[in-house]
């Protein structure tokens, strides 16, 4: 299912995105639906039932006894089903209690369910319509504003048809109609119903292709029943549902491959692949299982850049925004360095020796290229617009990549593995002298450094990468790229009000120029650097500023149902007050449903070392939602289950019988 909507060239104009903050979305790629709360489809905006990035119905009206229903409730209650309410009044009505109730069942799979119910204490008989239209268009053009005018229909079976070059879609429904009117697209019931009585209508879109969601069949992930949450607090089970659920419905096939499922970026602008959300996604989700890593590893080998050149083991992906100050980022940067870094702890977590060693060579064309795109200086530039800057987050992954890439590349004997260890320290050595600005407020790490050295001190949620190591052998955290001082200063920013927002971390500082609570890289809150912040604070030290972070993310979470956006507005937390959705913002996103998960296990701490037969726990001491259960993970290939106390001790339940608990 392609990507819809192409990146922002630097210096063009952005297209006029229409806004999905209070859709109800239904997805199972490659199936979704985008709807308004009333639950009526108009056909504005982004409204409809797609399939493979194609909309298939735009329009989806119903009328009863001559009216509009009257809507009392939209709402999702699974990330591929929602369900609509409405009542409808008559002129026999004898008070203010309507008669005729209206329940809609709308599915991603593109079938709606239709229930008609009457408490009237006589039979009723009423006339029941459903206009139908489509324009067939992609979702990229629908986005943009260029969906064009509605297609002619014609009756088709027991429904419409409707036809544009290679595209087509019909639409059936049980009972047939009474009635087809192919220039009005309407379909037309006549129905009576005895009094408590009830009348079924189901529409079923189909396009010929096959819509058989692919988070369903042969999951990389175990689903909500097998993998389980509970606590104190309620939504610790509610969140983890929740993002379980729709990280699985964003889950898609390589075509190259169709065995091999991994992460689109989210919907509905990103339903297509995305290397470095799929991957960072991956990596969260490696407590419930390494199959989704190990498929978004070997999708990901497939794309990497072959030849001779500079170029040579580079995954591909496109430009993304950094916000108001640095140049955009390349993604496919990002991901050719995690690239190792998730193989590297997939390992740990148990994925199979047969599975690392195919994917070790990929790994190794990776690390080739960083060696090969490092400057002079032991820094990684910026590629494209921003040339020769150099800026921390990259470097932070670089780090990352060289220190994970090293150890693995030890752990299976394979050449190059001092080197890459020794390039780290380097690297480590250099960032602590280079990219930390003194200031009177204790100092803060730069954003980024120019070409001439000069330090870019903007604080944003960029800087929490700077606390994300990595895991290594036995349990313990990679080194990173800060000493112990400036780490406990970097904490004490992060956890600070300009960058706490109440509901998370802004993704940049409230007192910095260009700062907006609705920016994309300039001030709304992005739950994964969230997630990360979250991680890296209690892996430091650092409790208290991370458990204010996880408290609000939380908070927000609740918010929105459970199902956290890519971001939200950065505005300031205060009583009484909810988080502002942000327009645009993917819903679910790959990022932030795999983040509920990272936060969650981050409360249990398991670090597993599965070659070397042991597990580790560093729990949240300070139990900040109570005693806590996760049950379903996986540790080597088996069921691990962990509970940690409300005092704060972790106890293992289940586990492979060869693991071992390590300190």
């Known amino acids: 299912m392609p990507g819809p909507v192409p990146p922002r060239v630097p210096g063009s104009l952005p297209a006029e995105l229409p806004a999905v903050h209070a859709a109800v979305i239904c997805v199972a790629l490659p199936g979704l639906v985008v709807s308004p709360e009333h639950g009526q489809l108009t056909g504005h905006g982004l409204e409809g039932f797609y399939q493979h990035g194609r909309r298939l119905l735009s329009r989806c009206q119903l009328r009863v006894a001559g009216r509009d229903p009257i809507s009392v409730q939209g709402r999702s209650i699974a990330a591929d089903r929602a369900r609509f309410v409405a009542v409808v009044r008559t002129a026999a009505d004898g008070g203010p209690d309507p008669e005729l109730c209206v329940e809609r069942l709308r599915h991603a799979d593109g079938t709606e369910r239709i229930t008609l119910t009457s408490s009237a204490g006589r039979p009723v008989r009423f006339p029941v319509e459903i206009a139908l239209g489509t324009d067939l268009a992609e979702l990229g053009r629908v986005a943009a504003g260029r969906a064009g005018p509605e297609l002619p229909a014609s009756v088709h079976d027991s429904g419409m048809r409707w036809t544009s070059g290679n595209a087509h879609c019909a639409v059936t429904a049980q009972p047939p109609p009474t009635d087809a009117l192919a220039s009005a697209g309407v379909l037309r019931w006549a129905v009576e119903l005895p009094p408590g009585g009830s009348y079924t209508i189901q529409l079923s879109v189909r396009s010929g292709r096959p819509v058989r969601p692919a988070g369903q069949a042969a999951s990389p992930l175990p689903s909500v029943q097998e993998a389980r949450a509970e606590g104190d607090d309620p939504r610790v089970a509610m969140l983890w549902q929740r993002s379980i659920d729709d990280l699985r419905a964003l889950l898609i096939r390589d075509p190259a491959n169709p065995a091999d499922l991994h992460a689109a970026g989210g919907v509905p602008w990103r339903c297509g692949a995305a290397p470095a959300e799929s991957l960072w996604a991956a990596r969260m989700a490696l407590p419930l299982s390494t199959r989704l890593a190990a498929a978004t590893l070997r999708t990901l080998a497939r794309t990497q850049l072959g030849g001779k050149g500079l170029e040579l083991g580079r995954i591909p992906g496109p430009l993304r925004d950094a916000g108001p100050f640095l ?337």
């Not at 979470?557 to 937390?573: I, K, N, S, T, V």
């Open 327 to 663: 140049p955009p980022g390349c993604t496919g940067v990002e991901a050719t360095l995690a690239f190792p870094v998730v193989l590297a702890e997939a390992r740990l977590w148990g994925l199979p020796e047969s599975d690392v060693a195919a994917l070790l060579p990929a790994a190794e064309r990776c690390l080739h290229w960083l060696g090969a795109a490092l400057g002079d200086d032991g820094y990684l530039a910026e590629p494209g617009p921003g040339a020769r800057l150099v800026r921390a987050e990259t470097q932070a992954h670089a780090h990352r990549a060289a220190l994970l890439g090293g150890e693995l590349l030890r752990e299976c004997g394979r050449p190059g593995a001092d080197v890459w260890l020794a390039r780290a320290k380097t690297m480590r050595e250099r960032f602590r002298a280079e990219f930390w600005v003194d200031d009177l407020g204790g100092g803060r790490p730069a954003a980024a450094r120019t070409a001439d050295g000069r330090p870019v001190p903007l604080l944003g949620a960029g800087a929490a990468h700077l606390l994300d190591t990595g895991l290594l052998g036995g349990g313990r955290l990679a080194p990173g790229l800060l000493d112990k001082v400036q780490t406990e200063q970097l904490a004490r920013l992060l956890g600070g009000p300009a960058m706490d927002s109440g509901w998370g971390l802004r993704g940049l500082a409230v007192k910095e120029p260009g700062y907006n609570a609705f920016g994309h890289r300039a001030g709304a809150v992005r739950v994964h650097e969230s997630a990360v912040a979250v991680a890296g604070l209690t892996g430091a030290g650092y409790e208290k500023e991370a458990v204010a972070l996880l408290r609000g993310v939380l908070a927000a979470a609740e918010a929105f149902d459970h199902r956290l956006p890519e971001m939200y507005a950065g505005e300031q937390r205060t009583a009484g007050s909810v988080p502002v959705p942000h327009p645009a913002a993917c819903r679910p996103a790959a990022v932030a449903a795999a983040a509920g998960i990272h936060l969650l296990a981050t409360l249990a701490g398991v670090r597993p070392d599965a070659p070397a037969g042991s597990v580790a726990l560093h729990p949240m001491r300070s139990a900040p939602l109570g005693a806590i259960r996760l049950a379903g993970l996986s540790v080597a290939g088996e069921p691990f289950t962990v509970r940690v106390s409300r005092l704060g001790v972790g106890m293992v339940e289940q586990a492979a019988e060869r693991l071992q608990l390590g300190g």
